[in-house]
C-alpha cells in the first residue's frame, strides 16, 4: 500500500474587492504615492509599521517591516514584507511579487495585483494576492484577513481625500 505525500507548500488566492466615489486617478494614487501608502499600509492595533520604503515604479522596491501586537499569536515578532514591482499600467493596474519573512526565515511568497475599474459611480477596486504558504506561515486565512483590514484602512483614507 502507498502512503500520499502531501506537498509542504500550501497555494491559495484570495481576492479583496472594495468600490469608491472617486475616478481612478485618485484611487490609484492612493495605491502609489508614498505617504498615501504609509497610511493605509499601517497595520493598525494588530501591529505596528517600524520601516517602510516605496519606489513604485517598474522594477521599483516595497520594504514593510511590522512588528506584531501583543494580541497576534506572535507577539513582538518583526515581519519584513519585501516587494518588487513588476507591471505598472498607470489608473489601471499594479503587479508585485513579494517575500514575506521573520528574520531570515522565509515563510510565504507572493503575487499581488490591484486592478482599478471605472464605473459609473468612481472606481471598484480588486486587489487579487496569490501565495505560496511556507513552513511557519500565517497561512491563507490570515493574510486573506490583513487584507481585507487594509483595504478598510484605504477605504478611510480615501473618505478623507
Known amino acids: 500500500m502507498t ?3 502531501e506537498p509542504k507548500t500550501v497555494h491559495a488566492t484570495c481576492v479583496v474587492e472594495r468600490s469608491f466615489a472617486k475616478p481612478p ?3 490609484y494614487a492612493a ?3 508614498p505617504s498615501k501608502v504609509r497610511q493605509w499600509m499601517d497595520g493598525g492595533g494588530h501591529s505596528e509599521l517600524v520601516e517602510f520604503q516605496s519606489d513604485c515604479v517598474e522594477g521599483g522596491r516595497q520594504l514593510l517591516k511590522y512588528k ?5 499569536p506572535i507577539a513582538g515578532a518583526v515581519i519584513t514584507n519585501e516587494a518588487r514591482f513588476q507591471l505598472i499600467i498607470p489608473g489601471q493596474r499594479i503587479l508585485s511579487a513579494s517575500t514575506m519573512k521573520i528574520g531570515d526565515h522565509v515563510f510565504s511568497a507572493s503575487q499581488v495585483t490591484f486592478e ?5 459611480n468612481g472606481t471598484d477596486l480588486f486587489i487579487t494576492h496569490q501565495g505560496a504558504f511556507f513552513e511557519g506561515s500565517d497561512g491563507p486565512e490570515r493574510r486573506e484577513q490583513g487584507w481585507n483590514l487594509l483595504a478598510d484602512n484605504l477605504v478611510s483614507l480615501m473618505a478623507e481625500l
Open 3 to 5: 502512503t500520499k505525500v
Open 25 to 27: 486617478d485618485v484611487v
Open 31 to 33: 495605491l502609489t504615492d
Open 68 to 72: 506584531m501586537g501583543p494580541e497576534t
Open 116 to 120: 482599478l475599474m471605472q464605473t459609473k
